[in-house]
Nanobody, 122 residues
Framework: QAQLVESGGGLVQAGDSLRLSCAAS????????MGWFRQAPGKEREFVAA????????HYSNSALGRFTIARDNAKNTVYLQMNSLKPDDTAVYYC???????????????WGQGTQVTVSS
């Protein structure tokens, strides 16, 4: 059974950094593009970043570009999101997701994690 488990969230101050991890199991990780999404209270879930299955292509939202970096380690079945210069507006539950589709960047995702809370205080 496919499973994605996020970790690394927490409470930080504005300007701090965090690295989120997402461990995958139960499916062919290296055959899936991976993405990070977030959902703030009262808002819809929004795309943050995506990485292709071989790590060669990256795609970011405007809010993430320049501050966040997505990476993956196919040997460890893990995808990461390095977040720098965090702002209070980055406060949200962060989710990782996997897409086995052929489009790039992925339009649909097949597996989702349960999320990890990131809270940035001012």
């Amino acid at each position: 059974q496919a499973q994605l488990v996020e970790s690394g969230g927490g409470l930080v101050q504005a300007g701090d950094s965090l690295r989120l991890s997402c461990a995958a199991s139960g499916f062919a990780f290296s055959s899936n593009d991976m993405g990070w999404f977030r959902q703030a209270p009262g808002k819809e879930r929004e795309f943050v970043a995506a990485i292709s299955r071989d790590g060669g292509r990256l795609h970011y939202s405007n809010s993430a570009l320049g501050r966040f970096t997505i990476a993956r380690d196919n040997a460890k079945n893990t995808v990461y999101l390095q977040m720098n210069s965090l702002k209070p507006d980055d406060t949200a539950v962060y989710y990782c997701a996997a897409s086995r589709r052929s489009s790039w960047p992925p339009l649909n995702y097949d597996y989702w994690g349960q999320g990890t809370q990131v809270t940035v205080s001012s």
